[in-house]
């Protein structure tokens, strides 16, 4: 067959994205096992070059965990109706972007074992937590995540054995129409799930140097493969027939880290010889158990170190076959494999096929049950990476901190984009808004008593730091801080560029869940820069002039892929701030309301704080109490009267549904209560009245009021209880006295500042922090009376912090669970 030259250009991009493989690989070794010609031919300028030079990006699927920092991108191509190069499930892609533990499987052990496929390898790794990922090609497209149909039409498909160097051409075979179906053996499933971002893999026994091998060269791929994919294999080390110590030495030579599992023995240990439980070789590493196991693992992975790690299980005693009676038989078994000249790929299943004979069938037994402990045992292993990135080291751990472990890196990415929902697990609070990087400059004038404002059309001196910020992400991370026990998940958009990259990078090693925020290209996306935000304080720290470049957010329509993640994630609380536009906002806000949400709005700015109540033409009306759209907002007095006026003037103040709430409120002649209750200075003002016009449309709102603390205003049912306890009847504004079904009165209480703050670092985050906590309580089942002084005793820690959420959150957890608690 022929192909075209687009087409060779292709296949030659697909080999290319199989030799840049993993970060940290040498490439030119690479090549040299896998195509010489191939690296010779981009280095003369050959289609491969050209291709790479015409088109070359990474593009980030939306089924992918966001890739980040120096990976190597391939060049695409553009052929009509290509396919993508990799295909991972639907369950494996969620279960990666959500911590859960996954493990490999190969799957040659179906396409060319001996062992039949009754080994229920996937309901051992689900009876042990974890998620199963059988590897394989089916029609040409390499998979992870096979389902049990797939991997039966994968067998019945003529399948090929597949090691990394058959991937790219039986991938580029089937762009141009031949359907190749492969089985992967150890070094191809270890390629592919290394692609995907799994950690862990469970296998049988591994391949090694053959009896002879320094002088036929007869190596296993799969020490190679060890040597350059980070990747914990669980075996039950080489097969007994090799050369052990040739194979170990071969693996100290590539990096390889050889270890076995100690199962409570001490002093020396053996390797495991496969059917026997010991080899008669010591093991040159020793793990205790599988947390041990975990820590080195993502001690491996920090470290950047790209080796994979042999982890060896000793067969179960109750199937072994002793080493005294094996070794007899695997020497006859050797010697007859020489004498009838069974070499090369005929060696292994010659030798195999012996020992079955010689063992009267007593290795078939030992060989399935050593699979199944091998899987058993990685099950338990990725399950524990998964705790211990979620939940970082026991105490007294040498080890500080295992938050800002990288997720495990997709390198390879579809050529077309992802089209296909991500599911979404469970959440507490979902977060729909901005995340960018801030610059905060702060003047130092040698005089700043006399001079604390910066000069304007001059240079200024200042102090400039630089952090990770935006309003969502500071929300999110309060809450995450604030509450370890409620999940929380940022919903929002970053660029494929170096300010991304460090976004992705930070909310990662903060701890966060980063599978919904997106990573849009520039060249696709108009307007896909990545957000950053510039302030320019005074000498007191309070804010002159801020510069905000938002545009990804407001450049992008609404995704369809938003509302699912909604659905699947289920909320308790959606926050929504104003970053997006306007018609955006109601999107989301509707979404969430739909699937059972409490909603809270973060105004964000004066300016955009309006676009709540923008011209409602081409809008669905906004709901006003007892359906409201919105349930909570927490503007400053600033945005309060920013969004009374947008509402005043977009005659959201004239509507009927408004009419009959604001009735139903029956407070005539409320100056001197408000005076009262807040102040007369607030009063006059206006900040108690704009907060109780806008109470129909969100009937709870504080305003953040600085250092004259917070003042609360929200809607009482007609069962509200506060209406009949005496400790609240001093906040009771009014009672309604209309035929209102709902409404039965106001409650209306000033929260004085919990402490008078001098020592002032930023100001940078505050109120993001204040609303984070606030929800983060409310998620728990908290009154939001009893929580407000908890939410501005955060805001006070953001205060004195120079980052835009204190880090010191987490002190305040016992006492936001408390308040949340009360009654």
Known sequence: MTMNRDAQILVSELTWSVLQGLPGSNQLEIGRDVNRDLV??????????????????????????????????YATGN?????????????????????????????????????GDDLELEAIVRQNGGVPAVVGILGGVPNVGL???????????????????????????????????????????????????????????LGGVHRGGHISFDISADLTELGRTRMAVVCAGSKGFLDIPRTLEYLETQGVLVST????????????????RESGIKSPFVVQDEEHAAAILLAQERLKIETGLLMANPVPVEHEIPGSELNAIIERAVREANEQGAHGNENTPFILRRIRELTNGRSVPANKALVRSNVERAAKLAAAVSRLISEGPKPNTPVKQWAGLDKPTNIVEPIQKVTTTKVMSQADILVAGSV??????????????????????????SNISQSIGGVGRNVALAAHRANKNIKV?????VGRD???SNVLASLESCGMDTSCVQVLSNDAHQGGRTAQYVSVNDANKHLVLAMADMDIFTSQPFSPSWTATIQSSKPKWLVVDANWKDHDIRSWMQAGKTNNAMVAFEPVSKAKSARLFCPSRGLENLGVFPHATVDLTTPNQYELAAMHTAAQNNDYLEDARWWSVIDAFSIRGARERFVKLTSAAMTDAGIPQQAIQLLPYIPTIITKLGSDGALLATILKRDDPRLYDARHEPFILSRSISDHPDVGGVYMRLYPPVEQVTDVASVNGIGDTFMGTL????????????????????AVLTLRSSESVSEKLNTLQSELVAAASLA
Request: aromatic share 4%.
């Open 40 to 73: 010779d031919m981009s280095s003369q300028g050959g289609p491969c070059c050209s291709a790479l030079s015409r088109n070359r990006h990474v593009v980030n699927p939306t089924s992918l965990s966001s890739t980040r920092g120096a990976h190597r991108g």
């Open 79 to 115: 052929l009509a109706g290509l396919k993508e190069l990799l295909k991972v499930s639907e369950e494996v892609t969620d279960a990666l972007a959500t911590n859960k533990p996954v493990v490999a499987l190969e799957s040659t052990i179906y396409t060319h074992g001996a062992l």
């Open 147 to 205: 389902t049990p149909d797939e991997v039966s039409q994968m067998v019945e498909g003529s399948p090929k054995k597949a090691s990394r160097r058959d991937l790219a051409f039986i991938a580029g075979s089937g762009i141009v129409g031949r359907k190749i179906n492969g089985g992967t053996t150890i070094a191809g499933t270890m390629v592919l799930a290394r692609l995907a971002g799994i950690r862990v893999f469970g296998t049988g026994g």
């Open 261 to 276: 599992f100690a199962d409570g023995r001490t002093g020396d240990i053996d390797l495991p010889g496969f059917w026997a």
């Open 436 to 461: 960018a990087v801030d610059l905060s400059c702060d003047y130092t004038s040698g005089n700043t008593v006399d001079d604390p404002i910066p000069q304007l059309h001059t240079s200024n001196p």
């Open 489 to 493: 998940c940022l919903c929002s958009m």
């Open 498 to 500: 170096l300010a991304g």
């Open 775 to 794: 929800v983060a309580g409310l998620a728990q089942g908290g009154k939001i009376e009893n929580l407000i002084d908890v939410a501005q005793k955060a």
